[in-house]
């Protein structure tokens, strides 16, 4: 960031970065153990994240936001990666499920969405993945039948991060276009949409606090407005265009998530004896420490150049692949072999060395995974 524009946003993130972090202080850190019982964070959380602006960060103030990019996101993902939390899925609602409605809605669409997104009014969520496909997006069996009134929505979706709060969530289903079925995008106000029903909270390995979710759809009448854009069987395009995204985030969490369990496997070790000496002073425990410093270095220079890319609209699909399958398999590396330093008080949930370990396993599976990724990059070899 050595131009003045870069030295702008880079003293708007520090004051950015200030407010966020008393936030997470303040309302997040004290409840965290009482939110992962509950399997879900406090939808008084989301509010007061809104009143704060958090919750539109990359929105354009026209529509309520703050206005910033992408590089002020990645000071809210570095920051709940500093206190271990991804469960409060805020980067999701703002940095994956908003540019939706950003990129493709029609202007009224994007007057009534953004603001309420940006206040908190409403928490989002993204439906693609389905009980009998996830990896292979064109099958989905979710549909999409036009109607004198708009269309009606027949279907089923799991796995569904947001699941239990969201009130707008964002749907693929197939749609009859003249070329055969195709999927589109619809926008779903939950309240108003008779037939919608959310199935259990799953429970999951790690990431207890958040809430993810089957959702059934039988019969729901959407209105007209509901299609993203004006144009059916564009969704597997718009999905493609801001995947990319979505799969660098993931990647920048790897790496966030790295830059903590060192932290934390540093400070144990200093402290923890065997044999009289610190479990650090160690020859292989310092060449472990040594490796992952090196892996976490090499990884944040190259998901910082894919934030760069990201920003001025040069990230390919390729390149955020590598982000994407490279950081999380290697994010999943370090937290076992910083785990492993801990000994038994590793496997223990109360140390947040465990939580990070369970929690990181996702990575490599959700946003495409690792193989998925290496199929991509395998195309255009
Ligand atoms: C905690 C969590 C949160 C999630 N949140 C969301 C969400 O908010 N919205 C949403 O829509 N989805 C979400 N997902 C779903 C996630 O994106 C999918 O689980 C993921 O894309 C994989 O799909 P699948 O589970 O159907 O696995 P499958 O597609 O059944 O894959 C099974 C295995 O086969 C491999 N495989 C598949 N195809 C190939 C191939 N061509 N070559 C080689 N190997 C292959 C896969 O890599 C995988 O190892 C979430 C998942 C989890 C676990």
């Excluded at 993130?13 to 309302?27: A, D, N, P, T, V």
Aim: hydrophobic share 40%.
């Amino acid at each position: 960031m050595n131009n003045p524009v870069d030295r702008d946003a880079r003293e708007e993130c520090e004051s950015l970065r200030g407010s966020i972090r008393k936030f997470l202080e303040q309302e997040v850190t004290p409840n965290i153990d009482a939110w992962r019982n509950a399997g879900c964070v406090a939808r008084a959380a989301w509010r007061r994240a809104g009143e704060m602006g958090l919750l539109g960060i990359s929105t354009p103030t026209e529509y309520g936001g703050m206005g910033g990019d992408f590089r002020h996101e990645a000071v809210l993902i570095e920051e709940l990666g500093r206190i271990s939390f991804f469960d409060f899925n805020i980067p999701l609602h703002n940095a994956i499920v908003t540019p939706y409605i950003l990129h493709y809605g029609s202007e009224q669409q994007k007057q009534r969405w953004l603001p309420q997104l940006a206040s908190g009014e409403r928490v989002s969520a993204i439906a693609m993945t389905e009980p009998g496909t996830g990896s292979d997006l064109r099958a989905i069996k979710t549909n999409a039948r036009r109607d004198r009134n708009g269309y009606r929505l027949n279907g089923q979706k799991t796995f569904i991060s947001n699941g239990q709060l969201a009130t707008l969530i964002v749907v693929a289903a197939q749609t009859e276009t003249q070329a055969g079925a195709k999927v589109s995008l619809f926008v779903m106000e939950t309240e108003k949409a008779e037939g919608f029903s959310r199935g259990r909270n799953l429970e999951k390995i790690g990431a207890k606090a958040q809430d993810t979710s089957e959702l059934f759809f039988d019969d729901v009448a959407l209105p007209p407005d509901s299609l993203l854009g004006e144009v059916e069987g564009r969704g597997f395009a718009q999905m493609s265009q801001q995947l990319p995204q979505e799969r660098l985030l993931i990647a920048l969490q790897a790496v966030v998530s790295m830059e903590a369990a060192i932290a934390a496997t540093l400070a144990y070790t200093r402290e923890r004896k065997a044999f009289g000496r610190s479990i650090l002073d160690f020859q292989n425990s310092r060449f472990k420490m040594a490796e992952i410093k090196t892996t976490v270095v090499v990884a944040r220079n190259f998901v910082e150049t894919c934030i760069g890319k990201l920003v001025r609209g040069e990230l390919d699909a390729d390149t955020a692949a590598m982000a994407k399958w490279w950081t999380t398999e290697r994010q999943s590396e370090a937290l076992d072999a910083c785990l492993q330093l801990f000994g038994g008080y590793g496997y223990m949930l109360e140390y947040p060395i465990a939580q990070m370990w369970a929690d990181a396993r996702v990575q490599r599976i959700y946003g495409g995974t690792t193989e998925i990724m290496k199929e991509i990059i395998a195309r255009n070899l």
